[in-house]
T-cell receptor, first 117, second 108 residues
């Protein structure tokens, strides 16, 4: 299993440009997540999905959009890039909690380092 | 709102010294807490979770509900423990709230 894969690894955007960060997992996980990691701030949840066709906002969704047409893929879209979106973006996936005992280990991708100039 | 606090941005210790990475949380229900670790050039990965009561790579963490803490401890630090450590709290719907992280640097 490749686990969670993300593309691209690095990207530089100009202000106002748009792009899609790709995320794919081959573990048949229902849950998928997008985080951004800023220095000294930890990871902040942008969007998450509990299954194909279902997405919801996290803590910092403004400026982003997501879709979940398949179990495997969870792309993150930046429509009008801004310098404040310069960050490292992580995608993660997990199984749902089963039987009241938490089995919710999140598996992370390698990250995408995005710079907006 | 749920909150996870890691008060130290950087913790520097000598090899063989004890390590304690602090984590405090605020949560209205029964908390589920985790420690995640990111080694240099590697992915963020689960280190341990409180319900398992396990010791991983010599690390342990005990949930103290009275002090709302989940500190990560290791009696003798090793150079390969150098990494970024995140404490995380599970919210409803399997979402995690992460602390700001602590860089552990083990010096030889």
């Amino acid at each position: 299993n490749a686990g969670v894969t993300q593309t691209p690894k690095f990207r530089i955007l100009k202000i106002g440009q748009s792009m899609t960060l790709q995320c794919t997992q081959d573990m048949n996980h229902n849950y998928m997540y997008w985080y951004r990691q800023d220095p000294g701030m930890g990871l902040k949840l942008i969007y998450y999905s509990v299954g194909a066709g279902i997405t919801d906002k996290g803590e910092v969704p403004n400026g982003y959009n997501v879709s979940r047409s398949t179990t495997e893929d969870f792309p993150l879209r930046l429509e009008l890039a801004a310098p404040s979106q310069t960050s490292v973006y992580f995608c993660a996936s997990s199984y749902p909690v089963v039987g009241g005992e938490s089995t919710d280990t999140q598996y992370f991708g390698p990250g995408t380092r995005l710079t907006v100039l | 709102a749920q909150r996870v606090t890691q008060p130290e941005k950087l913790l520097s210790v000598f090899k063989g010294a004890p390590v304690e990475l602090k984590c405090n949380y605020s949560y209205s229900g029964s908390p589920e807490l985790f420690w995640y670790v990111q080694y240099s050039r590697q992915r963020l990965q689960l280190l341990l979770r409180h319900i398992s009561r396990e010791s991983i790579k010599g690390f342990t963490a005990d949930l103290n509900k009275g002090e709302t803490s989940f500190h990560l401890k290791k009696p003798f630090a090793q150079e390969e423990d150098s990494a970024m450590y995140y404490c995380a709290l599970r919210e409803y719907g399997n979402k995690l709230v992460f602390g700001a992280g602590t860089i552990l640097r083990v010096k030889s």
